[in-house]
């Protein structure tokens, strides 16, 4: 069409063939600005400035390079365009446009041409942005979901650490009993001897369900402990009664406001911190008196003191790990609070502060 219109009116001559050759030549080239756009266009450029057939050619060439390129690149191709227009309407000027307003136009077009160019590379990048975001935030997330299965299984392990070291200090307890009390009547042994069964089953059961909960793919969907109630702080009388009922001596002291109103994190740790305190007392203080004292309330923090004097001699139990007393540590950390345990002029002292918010 340009060429037509250049030649529109004016006799053929032998540009017609030079306007013919290079507008096949341009576009049979201009596919190839897809592949090497710079190149391709620098050549479309050359022909531009020989032939009005090449223009179109050329300008799709620097469209390319705008799109594909750097912007020093788009800037210099396009310089070339216009200096290629300019030379072009120099030596072959057609029309009525005055050859001034002729390179305001090819100034204008090769800027437009630059702007889109810019314009589609900066939504290209913005697009590239953000599927790179969304891929993050699709990775963090999992990321997210992958650290609070782990964390919940860990709480699900500690959980049942204290639950099965409780029950089993008093299985360990009953059947020392049983094996160093072999004079005794045959309705006690028997006793014990149930007692004993009991305890196992229930410790299967416990270790069933844990190892059910811990194969389970997205434990965090639930509350990691199934349809198992929760203890609170109404259960620790029935967590002395046992240890009193396993033979050891335990003096309850219960200070506590409301003690149904305490936060399940707030009575889960405390009955916990009991829970650890009489394990370890049935463990290496055998026979000595443990005393427990729960103190606070609402806003002013729930207290946990638990003492025992240890004995002369004891010889710890071959399964216990020592680790009660770190996830202990780290249990009564998450829910905020603090954990001290020493011993002192031979007794053993456990004390636990934890926040109860008003």
């Given at each position: 069409m340009t060429v037509f219109a250049w030649w529109g009116g004016r006799a053929a001559g032998p540009l017609l063939v030079v306007d013919v050759a290079a507008g096949a030549v341009s576009w049979v080239l201009t596919p190839l600005t897809l592949r090497r756009p710079v190149v391709v266009t620098g050549v479309l450029t050359v022909l531009a400035a020989i032939s009005p057939a090449?223009?179109?050619?050329?300008?799709?060439?620097?469209?390319?390079?705008?799109?594909?390129?750097?912007?020093?690149v788009a800037i210099a191709v396009a310089a070339a365009g216009v200096v290629a227009h300019a030379v072009q309407g120099a030596w072959r000027p057609g029309g009525e446009m005055p050859y001034g307003w002729w390179l305001v136009l090819m100034i204008v077009g090769y800027g437009a041409l630059l702007g889109w160019g810019a314009w589609a590379q900066a939504r290209a990048a913005l697009v590239r942005s953000l599927r790179e975001r969304a891929r993050r935030?699709?990775?963090?997330?999992?990321?997210?979901?992958?650290?609070?299965?782990?964390?919940?299984?860990?709480r699900i392990a500690w959980e049942m650490h204290d639950v099965l070291a409780h029950r089993l200090s008093l299985l360990a307890t009953f059947?020392?009993?049983?094996?160093?009390?072999?004079?005794?009547?045959?309705?006690?042994?028997?006793?014990?001897a149930g007692v004993?069964?009991?305890?196992?089953?229930?410790?299967?059961?416990?270790?069933?369900?844990?190892?059910?909960?811990?194969?389970?793919?997205?434990?965090a969907n639930g509350d990691g402990d199934g349809d198992r109630p929760q203890p609170v702080l109404a259960d620790v009388p029935r967590l002395v009664e046992e240890s009193r009922g396993a033979g050891t001596e335990v003096l309850l002291r219960e200070a506590v406001d409301?003690?149904?109103?305490?936060?399940?994190?707030?009575?889960?740790?405390?009955?916990?911190?009991?829970?650890?305190?009489?394990?370890?007392?049935?463990?290496?203080?055998?026979?000595?008196?443990?005393?427990?004292?729960?103190?606070?309330?609402?806003?002013?923090?729930?207290?946990?003191?638990v003492r025992n004097a240890l004995a002369a001699e004891f010889?710890?139990?071959?399964?216990?790990?020592?680790?009660?007393?770190?996830?202990?540590?780290?249990?009564?950390?998450?829910?905020?609070g603090r954990l001290d345990h020493e011993t002192v002029d031979g007794e053993f002292r456990l004390h636990a502060s934890i926040p109860w918010p008003a």
């Open positions: 090449a223009t179109p050619p050329a300008t799709i060439g620097a469209l390319q390079v705008a799109w594909r390129r750097r912007f020093p935030a699709e990775a963090e997330q999992g990321r997210r979901v992958a650290e609070a299965r782990m964390l919940e299984r860990r059947a020392g009993a049983m094996e160093y009390r072999p004079d005794a009547s045959p309705e006690k042994l028997s006793q014990a004993v069964r009991d305890g196992v089953h229930q410790a299967l059961e416990e270790l069933r369900d844990v190892i059910s909960l811990l194969r389970d793919d997205d434990p409301v003690p149904a109103e305490a936060p399940p994190a707030v009575a889960r740790t405390a009955y916990r911190v009991v829970q650890e305190g009489l394990t370890n007392a049935r463990k290496h203080a055998v026979g000595q008196l443990v005393r427990v004292d729960l103190r606070g309330g609402p806003g002013a923090g729930l207290e946990i003191d010889a710890a139990p071959g399964w216990s790990g020592g680790a009660g007393l770190v996830g202990l540590t780290e249990r009564v950390h998450l829910a905020g």
